[in-house]
Every structure is written in structure tokens, then in C-alpha cells.
């Protein structure tokens, strides 16, 4: 039975009845000795609790999108099939080589997800398989763009999180559809990779030798499966990347790292130290922990990277992070910083799902269109 799936969601309000309904018709009626009537009453009303607790983690897991299914929430699963040494460049040069491949499209399951597409994707670089969700901008399929390739925008969830949370959480679509319609937003492609890779692990969006190729998955897989199957820009000026929580450290990273693949990173409530999350594999060796922090690498840059970073967060959330990176920008490189006034609704979906129309409206300030 599917963890987000209505049955089972009904199954625990059916067994919080039941736990309810047995202390309420039984609780007189024990027999035996004082010391098994107490133990059996002890039993009933513990699982009261744990019905209730399991009733309320189901409500907000399929609230906040935190866990796909039961592999991600045992920690049991893996999405990883290889993990090549791709070299430098992370399997760039390889994937440019790799034939086009149309891929299967299938209606999007769960709220929300009405005119959100989905594709199980199995990565030909880097060894990583797992569903890819797409949403097009209402002109897509206007006769008037039929000759015009669309921006895109890769969307990063935090850890744990589903990459369906941007749109049945934070209803990115239904916010930025009227938006786009009226013109005060570029007509973006919105893609939602999986990031979850390794059971209990978060893999830091990068590529950890022997373990996983994290980076690879998003920038160069994800990214050809889009371009070889829509009308897509395919040069950087064309690609955004936007996470929140652990996605945001993602988005920075990769903006840093790949200013020819992404001209705009956008980090809610992110971090610079991978420490920040205490399953980060990037966080457990010393060397990978200061390659992987978006401020180390903006500061060791060989060149400046012409990218443009977009940092929210309130003080103690991301916020100081932001200011460290805006502080070390040198040309070309541009830091925009905002900052989140304190219990604004703290650490969740509420403060991220707020900020979308004005991240948004900062991406097509940056020169993002159809084209």
C-alpha cells in the first residue's frame, strides 16, 4: 500500500476508531488479575498514541511532501545503478555524445499535480535512475511560440523531500500560471527532479566518488532528457536553479560550480557548510566538506563564475550565509540578499511557498524568455 496513497491515509483513521473504540467498550469489562487488567488498559491507551502519532505523520508527510514511499522513509532504497569516475567535468563532454532518446511521459500522480508530467528517467551518465516531474508554461503550446525555445528552471527539494513538493506544496505552478499569462513572468519550463539518491543519506547534489554521482544526475542528465524532449534553450542563459533547505545549498553549489550550464541560482533558507545537515555524506570527509560549500568555492574560483545568486533567509536561516557569499562575489558574479523577517513562519513551506512570485519575477529580471 502506497505511503501518500488516499487507502492508506484512511487505513489510519480507521485504526485510531478502533484503538479509540477498545478502551471505550472494554475498559470495565477486563477480568483476571489487578496486574493484567492494568497491563491490558496500559496496551489500549498506548495504542491510542501510536495510532494517533501514525494518523498525524501520514497528514503531514502528505502535507509537506517529505517522503515518496516507504523505501525513502526506512531508508532502505537506492537510486543509484553505477558510479563511474566522470572526470572533471562530471560527464559533460560523454553526454553531449549520447544519441537523442525520446522519453516516456506520464500523467503526474498526487495534489496538485494535474498538468504536471512525469518521467522515470534512467540516467546514461551518471548511473542514477529516478523520476523527473515537468510543468509547461501556458505558451507552450500556443501557436504564437511554435517556433520559440523556453527557459528552464530546476527545482530542488530539501532533505528528506519529494521532488513533487514544489508542486503540491508550494502550488509553484498555480502561482506562477497567472503570472506568466499576464506577462510580469517569463514563460518558464519547470522541472522537479528526484534528489533523494541513497536511503538516509543526502547526497549534497555533488558527486562523491565510489558512492554517488549527484551532480551529474541533475546538471547533465535531468538537463539532456529536457532538451532532447522539448523546445528548450540548451545554452546556460537559458537554465535557472532554485532549492530550499538542503535543495538550496544544492542550487548555490551548482550555479557556482556550473555558470555554463545554470546563469541563476536561487537559495530559500540555504546553508553554505554541508554540515548544516546531519545525513550529509559531502559533510563526513574533511577535503569533500570545503569543496562542496558554495562560499569556499566562490572564493577559489579560478575566474569569478558569470552567475547570479538570489539568497533569502531570516537571521540564523540562511540569511548570514547569504552575506558571506554576496561579501566574496567579485564581477561578474551578482548576490542579491533578502532577508526573512524572524517568525515569519520559521523554517517551512509557508515562508518558501510565499517568496515564489518574487523569486520568479527575479529570474526574468535576469534576462530569461522565450527566444
Known sequence: MSLTGTPFFLCT????????????????RLRGPLAVRYAARFGMLLLCQVTSVL?????????????DNWEDLLGTGTHVQATADLGPDGGAAQAKREPKVAQKFQQAKGP???????????GRVSGVEG??????????NDPAYKDKKFPVVELLPGYPGSAKAWYGTLKVQTQLKPLMQSGKVAPFILVSPRTTLLGGQDTGCANIPGKVNADTWLSVDVRRMVTDNFR???DAAGWGVAGYSAGAHCAARLAIEHPDRYAAGVSLSGYNNPAAEKDSL????????EKANPLFMLQHAAHPPHTSLYVSGASGDGYQDGMALRNAAKAPTKVRVVQIAAGAGGHGSAVWKSQIPDVFRW????????R
Open 363 to 370: 529570474l526574468t529580471e535576469q534576462g530569461f524568455k522565450a
Open 232 to 234: 528548450v534553450q540548451d
Open 131 to 140: 523520476e523527473v516531474y515537468v510543468w509547461l508554461p501556458p505558451q507552450y
Open 13 to 28: 483513521i480507521f485504526f485510531v476508531l478502533v484503538a479509540l473504540a477498545l478502551p471505550l467498550t472494554l475498559w470495565s
Open 112 to 122: 496538485n499535480m494535474g498538468d504536471v508530467q512525469q518521467a522515470d528517467l534512467k
Open 55 to 67: 494518523m498525524v505523520f501520514v497528514i503531514v508527510n502528505n502535507s509537506n511532501a517529505l517522503y
Open 282 to 289: 559531502t559533510a563526513k570527509d574533511p577535503v569533500l566538506r
